[in-house]
């Protein structure tokens, strides 16, 4: 798509600021595409959401802008006497993972204020191979999956937007460059050794946080076996080949976003406001 970074934003109103024409979703949206003519960069979708209540104007855009997010940083300078606070969570058509920006922006030079953005899982749900065995004690057990507490955080991508209220809600990543490995995945956990024993037996780890699954890795071979129409499909011939030469045969479904974003600015803010993230994707 030529350059397009993908952007997920939160932008909170000052408590005085009265909401008008120009302080809704649609009016801070058409600011931010002005210099795209009021559309996402390369028509990426565009997503407005006003969570508001009786004490925050509390908006969320998603969007698109080349390479970087000028137009959003231009915004929040210009806006400081109206703006409490701004977070975003970016994703490079051709990076790893998301990146997360907040106000203030210390700088107009985006790579200077970023920061990998973390995102947070609680517990783990696994299908285990045939054969393989493991030493923990189970907190649940659904057919033939098993659940346990493993907190942890990890490196994930949002540029696929998709409706709220779904849990795993991206398809199989369709691009080589896209697929990741484990390591990739940069996991980071007090139960490195358990985490890594689960993944490397497994046919099938969903991440959870919250109660939401918030990322899953499958073995190709198991997703043919629950989705056997799919096998046939060329482009998915292609995507198996891909995956079992450079993901050890797993593909990943991406399901991050704002609900589980550990990031310390991030959950600080939302503890001082009383404010609670919804779950969704975006």
Known sequence: MGNLLSIHTVIILKHEVRRGESFTPLGIASKLLEKYNGMSYNG???YLKDLSDSNYAHFRISYGEKGEPRELIEFANSNENLVSKIFARTYYESGDFDYFISTPFESNDYD????????GFDEVKFKLAKGEKINVTITKSELDYARIKL????RSISNLIEQEYTEITTNPIEHYRSIHGYSDNNFKTQQSELLNEILNKSEEVIFLYDGKTIHKKIRTSEFV??????SNEPRMIINFKHANESNRGYFDFYSSGWSNCINDEYLEYLKKENIKPTHNTW
């Open 44 to 46: 990426y979708p565009i």
């Open 112 to 119: 200077s204020i970023k920061k990998p953005c973390r995102y």
């Open 151 to 154: 907190k942890g955080e990890m």
């Open 225 to 230: 076996k629950q989705n056997p129409k799919l």
